[in-house]
């Protein structure tokens, strides 16, 4: 059974930090684009930052300069650097596939609060 597991998210001023991971258990996704989402109350998820196999990593433009999308195949687990927190980077964390290969992979997410 494919299992991702989110962790931590937390409580954090504006202008802080968190480092978010996922671990893959259940298959290898050493191949997969792997990308970070967030979802807030009432919208969509959406992909925040992706990156591939072979370490090709993409961002949203609200978020470029800030977070840092990174893997380890070996491990089977990747990681989000976030800098300098906004409020609006408050939401539910969440990481898949990207694309989305199935939502049977969908993690519980971690959330992160940013306050101001």
């Known amino acids: 059974q494919v299992q991702l597991v989110e962790s931590g998210g937390g409580l954090v001023q504006a202008g802080g930090s968190l480092t978010l991971s996922c671990v893959a258990s259940g298959r290898t996704f050493s191949r997969n684009t792997m990308g970070w989402y967030r979802q807030v109350p009432g919208k969509q998820r959406v992909l925040v930052a992706s990156?591939?196999?072979?370490?090709?990593?993409n961002y949203v433009d609200s978020v470029k300069g800030r977070f840092t999308i990174s893997r380890d195949n070996a491990k089977n687990t990747v990681s989000l650097q976030m800098n300098s927190l906004k409020p609006e980077n408050t939401a539910v964390y969440y990481c898949?596939?990207?694309?989305?290969?199935?939502?049977?992979?969908w993690g519980q997410g971690t959330q992160v609060t940013v306050s101001s």
């Open positions: 990156i591939s196999w072979s370490g090709i990593t």
């Open positions: 898949n596939s990207s694309p989305i290969v199935t939502i049977k992979w």
